[in-house]
């Protein structure tokens, strides 16, 4: 088990000049898994630390795989169920003619919501986010505060980010540890770059409870900021190479 960076530095140089290291997992969480048990770090599945203050993050070198940066539901109260009244559209998913509202949209372009005829985008701005129909009228938003303050919450700890190469063999997939960052500081002009550009993207994943007392009410599945695991590094202030 390690404790501080600097034990972390010496065993991960360790372990960056060893060949290539079959996965510990079938999956996309091989990669985390792996590296933990070379570590002899406890798989953690709390919010807290895992060593010392830092958080640990893997990534695979060129991987296209999407990660959530975290979840937000827009403002102001009861935003979705405009959204999903207004935008959605019944689903084979359920028994009833109530409408869902699943789309991941981007500030690039506009992004055509089922067989509705509507669309809608991502629009930034000095101090917050918006989701603006075809006609530009916003329907929700998220300040600048209420965003730092998500991002703060989910990454309340230092991070140190491995990357690593991949391959797969007819044994399954395989790792090479290359190379190590210590990541801190949420850098909000970067987060609002990578909208711009269209690299971060907004999951609406709006449905409705199917049941119970609530059953045909709007349920938010978890509105997410979803981002490519190579580029997470990007939304830190602080990135520094340790290995």
Known sequence: MIYTLDEFI???????DMSWISSHRKGPTGIGKTLEDL?????NNSNSPDFGDYE???????????????????????????LREKF???SSAYDNTEKVLHSTLSAY?????????NKLKILCSNDKISIIDGNNEEHAYWTKDVLKQAFEKKYKNKLVYV???SKI????????????????????????SLLEQGNIYVDLRIGQYH??????????????????????????RINKRIV
């Open 10 to 16: 010496e065993k991960f140089k360790k372990i960056v």
């Open 39 to 43: 570590l002899e770090i406890p798989e």
């Open 56 to 82: 640990l993050k893997s990534c695979r070198i060129n991987s296209n795989s999407m990660l959530t940066i975290f979840t937000k539901t827009p403002e102001p109260k009861g935003a979705i169920n405009i």
């Open 88 to 90: 959605g559209y019944s």
């Open 109 to 117: 372009d506009f992004v055509n919501i089922g067989n509705t005829g």
């Open 163 to 165: 990357k690593a190469q």
């Open 169 to 192: 063999t007819e044994n399954g997939e395989e790792f090479k540890f290359v190379e190590a960052y210590e990541l801190s500081g949420f850098n909000y002009q970067s987060f609002i």
């Open 211 to 236: 049941g119970g007392l609530k059953n045909g009410q709007t349920h938010d599945h978890g509105t997410g900021f979803r981002i490519k695991e190579i580029d997470q590094p990007l939304l830190f």
